[in-house]
């Protein structure tokens, strides 16, 4: 089993920023991709940020350009780094990984932009 610990959410306003981490821990072997998916109230979970092991990212349209997304291979750890932040970033943001060819889910840590 694999276990995704995420952190740092919060409440902030417009144009402000957030930092989110999410630790890996368990029975870890090769983690291929380590990632932040989101949901928003009434809407289906979507992609935000990817980083493989090897180094290749993947942002979704909506957050290129203010997010950023950073990994410690050796630490098992995935931090997105989350700028110019906007009301409709509103979500409950969720740490994913790729482990031994299964996908892991984090609890969740709920983001809140106000206007």
């Known amino acids: 089993q694999v276990q995704l610990v995420e952190s740092g959410g919060g409440l902030v306003q417009a144009g402000g920023s957030l930092r989110l981490s999410c630790a890996a821990s368990?029975?870890?072997?090769?983690?291929?991709?380590m990632g932040w998916y989101r949901q928003a109230p009434g809407k289906q979970r979507e992609l935000v940020a990817t980083?493989?092991?090897?180094?290749?990212?993947a942002y979704a349209d909506s957050v290129k350009g203010r997010f950023t997304i950073s990994r410690d291979n050796a630490e098992n750890t995935v931090v997105l780094q989350m700028n110019s932040l906007k009301p409709e970033d509103t979500a409950v943001y969720y740490c994913?990984?790729?482990?031994?060819?299964?996908?892991?889910w984090g609890l969740g840590t709920q983001v809140t932009v106000t206007s």
């Open positions: 994913t990984a790729l482990v031994g060819g299964r996908i892991y």
């Open positions: 368990g029975s870890i072997f090769s983690i291929n991709f």
């Open positions: 980083k493989a092991i090897g180094g290749n990212t």
